[in-house]
């Protein structure tokens, strides 16, 4: 009896040991997978959609806002990185590319457009004179429509940058995992 259940075990064992292995090779598989896929091109179809929204909302208050920055390819990335580094400027970015989610099509940057064309980074303007800043009114709206706000981080704080993360990290987003197409292509 005593020999029986030993051999019992040890059956039971193997048996683990095989669905211990064959887990292990799918998910090394699935991490090659992973790997695999490639990096977007454009800007997320859903950030692009609510990318839009933020324009129209914006001018139902009376602001007019310039897009100045969505996809960023790596060398766009790399170029901007060394703005106020080794090449002139100021420093804009605290990342390098792959590090943003611009590089992943998940983040855009707006700017305020003032009404003889030019393009402003002002944060006090109150140009549709409702006693508020126009800049943070327009983030106000970012945020209400799902996105992250740059001037909400401790650190570096990015004014014009809004983004959607959709749960994944750089380090996720890297590693190939991406957003669920929340709407079809653009
Ligand atoms: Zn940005």
Redesign the pocket.
């Known amino acids: 009896m005593k020999r029986l259940t030993s051999i019992f075990i040890i059956i039971l064992l193997l048996v683990g040991l095989g669905y211990a292995i064959s887990f292990v090779q799918e998910e090394m598989a699935f991490r090659e997978d992973l790997r695999q896929r490639p990096m977007p091109d454009r800007l997320h179809p859903f950030v692009a959609d609510k990318r839009d929204q933020l324009v129209a909302d914006a001018a139902d208050l009376g602001i007019s806002i310039l897009i100045t920055?969505g996809f960023r390819s790596a060398e766009e990335q790399d170029r901007l990185y060394a703005q106020g580094r080794s090449a002139p400027g100021n420093i804009v970015t605290t990342v390098r590319s792959g590090e943003?989610y611009?590089n992943f099509g998940l983040?855009?940057?707006f700017a305020l457009k003032l009404e003889d064309g030019s393009v402003v980074w002002d944060l006090e303007r109150d140009d549709n004179g409702n006693g508020m800043s126009d800049w943070f009114e327009v983030a106000d709206l970012g945020k209400a429509i799902g996105f992250v706000w740059?001037g909400d981080w401790r650190n570096f704080k990015?004014y014009?940058?809004l983004?959607m993360t959709f749960g994944l990290s750089i380090t996720e987003l890297q590693e190939g995992w991406r957003p669920e197409d929340v709407i079809g292509e653009e």
């Open positions: 920055d943003s611009h983040a855009i940057d740059g990015d014009p940058h983004e």
